[in-house]
Every structure is written in C-alpha cells, then in structure tokens.
C-alpha cells in the first residue's frame, strides 16, 4: 500500500497492536498466536495492526488485510532505546514487508548513530520509498522527527522515557501539544485503558489512536481489574 492509501485505511481509526513477548502467556515458541488477535480486531472494526518481530509480522500479513505498522524489540545495553533500533532491524522489516517501519525517535544515544536524525537519512538514503513512524515522548522530538522527514509521529514513548511525564493513563497534554505544534499525521499511543479515552484522544485532532495492552493482553486486564477490586474496602 503506499502512504496516501494507507492514511485513508487509517484516518480516525482504531490500530490494535498485537504483541506477545517471550515471557509473556500468549507467546508460543511453535507459532505465533498474534495473527489471531488480529483476525479477531480486524473483525471488529480495526484500521490495521501494529506488531513485533518478522515472525508475527509475516503471519499476521497472511491472515488479515490491513495495514501493519512493524517494530522489532531489541535490547542493545547499555543504550534504552529499544524499538527498530538499527539498521538490520530496518532491513528485517522491510523484507517481512511491514506497511509502516515505527521506530525510536528520542534524541537517546543509540548504538548505531550518535544522532537520530543521521539514523533516518541512512534509513531513507537506503529505502527512498519506506513509510516511517517516529515514536515519541515529547513535543520537541515530535517536531525533530517532523523535521527528519518521517510520515506519521506516535505519542508512544510518553512515560517510557525518564524525561516525560510519568502519568498512570493517556498523556492528553503531549497529545494535543504535538498536534498543535507539527504538521504530519499524529497517532496517539500508550495507555488507552477504555473506550472513552480513545473516543477522547480522537477529539484532540489525532490522525488515529492505537490501543495495545487493554485490547491483546489478557494478563495486564486482569491485573487491572484485579488491582482495582482489591483497593475497595466494604
């Protein structure tokens, strides 16, 4: 699909993202099991996936016809970025043919390239064609990665970076900042717990919302649901 037929897949949609890390209940060494959490958001009204690892990317490709927004979670110690972090995680995603490449776009040091913005002119020198997603925890990084050249930013990293505000729930205020203040698609991410707030970030003037954890992880659900019970006093 190319960026102008992804953004009208998109525009005011619900991403889901599918993930299932290796210590996590719904990782299976055999398989994956995401294609299926796909199937069953694609079934319910989702504009496309976001997902981890060529294996889930590939198999998720096969089962459902949405777009997919594609990472790979590496570590690279002592560096904290961890998301499509360097070159060959760019080049596993563009060979499982993942729809849009997301990425960590801090101004974090990095193992690869010192600067983030040299990162995505060795991205785009080598894939002219390849739609990218920053992900972000700060307006000023939104308005780098703007100024990078990238096609969506996504409000992702806001509380994963010891910088940003460490809130409980969505961080409103990043996201109608960074919609003010840059001209690309902005998508909201992170800490979407109910409907409510994704009806809610769509107010703000977001291109889309994705949802992750509230959605395809059952055991952070329950842990929520558990926590909440267990604070009422009767």
Do not use: W
């Not at 037929?5 to 299976?28: F, M, N, R, T, W």
């Not at 949802?211 to 329950?222: K, L, N, Q, S």
Request: charge should be negative; proline fraction near 6%.
């Amino acid at each position: 699909m190319n960026i102008e037929d992804i953004k009208k897949q998109i525009h005011k949609g619900l991403i889901v993202s599918c993930q299932a890390l290796e210590h996590e209940p719904l990782y299976l060494e055999e398989f994956s099991l995401m294609p299926y959490m796909a199937l069953a958001a694609s079934q319910s009204g989702a504009c496309a996936i976001r997902a981890n690892s060529v294996r889930d990317i590939v198999a998720i490709k096969k089962m459902v016809d949405l777009p997919v927004i594609g990472i790979i979670k590496k570590e690279y110690p002592p560096f904290e970025p961890h998301i499509t972090v360097t070159m060959a995680e760019i080049d596993a995603l563009v060979e499982a043919k993942a729809d849009i490449v997301a990425f960590d776009c801090t101004q974090r040091p990095r193992p690869q390239f010192k600067h983030v913005e040299d990162y995505v002119t060795a991205i785009k020198a080598k894939y002219p064609d390849i739609i990218l997603m920053a992900d972000i925890s700060t307006v000023d990084e939104a308005k780098a990665a703007e100024a990078c050249g990238v096609d969506f930013v996504g409000t992702t990293l806001s509380g994963y970076t010891p910088y940003s505000p460490q809130v409980e729930g969505p961080d409103f205020e990043l996201v109608k900042a960074v919609v003010q203040n840059v001209s690309i698609p902005v998508i909201a991410e992170g800490r979407i717990y109910c409907p409510d707030q994704a009806a809610k970030m769509i107010e703000t003037g977001v291109f889309a919302v994705v949802v992750g954890g509230a959605i395809t992880r059952p055991a952070e659900i329950t842990s929520r649901f558990k926590s909440a019970i267990d604070k009422v006093s009767v």
